[in-house]
């Protein structure tokens, strides 16, 4: 990684520019060509540098419905498990914790009720008890992380 793709990183981390070209704009101001940071961008993708970009949407204001879930995995089957929740396009991510509920992840669905029906063909598909965590209050929490 050199220092554009670190400044690419960085830039992108507060968001694109809300214009027609925003990639031009972008290039204007790290002294590239969109062409160039487009390459790049998905360059880092492919190495796993980075593990996604794209756009983030509050699914409640759109008219979905999501929760915060986690399941208690033993060990031996913990790869097994995160590959059955990856096949479900209604889970966003999941990630390993180190806690009796080791694999967290994120839930959305179209509704409440999808959202009901989802954990519980989760807990059958899986034979394991499933945490549910709905949300209670939003909290925004700006992260940045210079590369």
């Known amino acids: 990684m050199d220092d554009l793709d ?7 981390q ?9 990639w031009q704009v972008l290039a204007a101001e790290l002294d590239s ?12 993708l492919e190495d796993g540098v980075l593990t996604r970009f794209g756009p983030m949407f ?10 915060l879930a986690a399941l208690a995995v033993p060990e031996q089957r913990f790869d097994a498990v995160a590959g059955q929740l990856h ?3 209604e889970v966003a991510h999941n990630y390993r914790r ?4 080791n694999m967290w992840f994120v839930l959305g669905c179209a509704t409440e ?3 009901a029906e989802t954990l519980q063909r989760i807990e059958t598909l899986t034979c394991l008890p499933l945490l549910n965590l709905p949300k209670e209050e939003t909290y925004h929490v700006g992260l ?3 590369a």
């Open 58 to 67: 509050d699914i409640e204001r759109l008219g979905g419905a999501f929760t």
């Open 113 to 115: 009720h999808a959202v």
């Open 14 to 22: 507060l968001g694109l520019p809300l214009v027609r070209h925003p």
């Open 33 to 44: 060509s969109s062409h160039e940071l487009l390459d790049r961008l998905h360059e880092l």
């Open 87 to 89: 096949a479900l396009p």
């Open 144 to 146: 940045y992380f210079p």
């Open 6 to 12: 670190r400044r690419l990183i960085n830039r992108l």
């Open 98 to 101: 180190e806690h009796h509920w």
